[in-house]
T-cell receptor, first 110, second 115 residues
Framework: RKEVEQDPGPFNVPEGATVAFNCTYS??????FFWYRQDCRKEPKLLMS???SGNEDGRFTAQLNRASQYISLLIRDSKLSDSATYLC???????????FGKGTKLSVKP | GAGVSQSPSNKVTEKGKDVELRCDPI?????LYWYRQSLGQGLEFLIY????????KSGLPSDRFSAERTGGSVSTLTIQRTQQEDSAVYLC?????????????FGEGSRLTVL
């Protein structure tokens, strides 16, 4: 099993839709999790962090399922500007090398 | 600026030449990471520094790759005898806290093209 796995997508959704995608991780010692957003040909930027069961920030909700070892990202009322690749990274299970998932591409259409 | 600075932003080189990529992290950040991203691919972990030491070099693809960090600040990634498969964007990130907190601040990257 790969350390971090994500469905590459693309997820093509209309404006206003709700979309969710998962990230599975193999290291059960992971303590916290982060979602990053990467726009085309840009650097990744932190979107939100998850330290316990979940986190909510406006239209974005992240949930952690430790039993099944995955985290999810839910985006409500999708905007055109949400189009990007979303990367997850579990933290705490290794000595310092932060391994990112390959990302899920989201495309929001008018 | 207050962000992570990388140079050069673009580098075109011929196969077999050596290249140096520089990363200037956010002041005070103790952890520094290098990643490689090929076109349309995910982030490939290369190396991590805590201060000036590199506890984990496991991601370096071959012995042609090396990195150093001096004064707990600037880091240089060196690729010797470049190959075409080295063409990618090399991203540097820094983190305030010791170890793996996950809150990384990325530079804009150095785009390397090997002809």
């Amino acid at each position: 099993r790969k350390e971090v796995e994500q469905d590459p997508g693309p997820f093509n959704v209309p404006e206003g839709a709700t979309v969710a995608f998962n990230c599975t991780y193999s290291n059960s010692a992971s303590q916290s999790f982060f979602w990053y957003r990467q726009d085309c040909r840009k650097e990744p930027k932190l979107l939100m962090s998850v330290y316990s069961s979940g986190n909510e920030d406006g239209r974005f909700t992240a949930q952690l399922n430790r039993a099944s070892q995955y985290i999810s990202l839910l985006i409500r009322d999708s905007k055109l500007s949400d189009s990007a690749t979303y990367l997850c990274v579990p933290v705490g299970g290794s000595q310092g090398n932060l391994i990112f998932g390959k990302g899920t591409k989201l495309s929001v259409k008018p | 600026g207050a962000g992570v600075s990388q140079s050069p932003s673009n580098k075109v080189t011929e196969k077999g030449k050596d290249v140096e990529l520089r990363c200037d992290p956010i002041s005070g950040h103790t952890a520094l990471y290098w990643y490689r991203q090929s076109l349309g691919q995910g982030l490939e972990f290369l190396i991590y520094f805590q201060g000036n030491s590199a506890p984990d070099k496991s991601g370096l693809p071959s012995d042609r790759f090396s990195a150093e960090r001096t004064g707990g600040s600037v880091s240089t990634l060196t690729i010797q005898r470049t190959q075409q498969e080295d063409s990618a964007v090399y991203l540097c990130a820094s983190s305030l806290y010791r170890g793996n907190t996950g809150e990384l601040f990325f530079g804009e990257g150095s785009r390397l093209t090997v002809l």
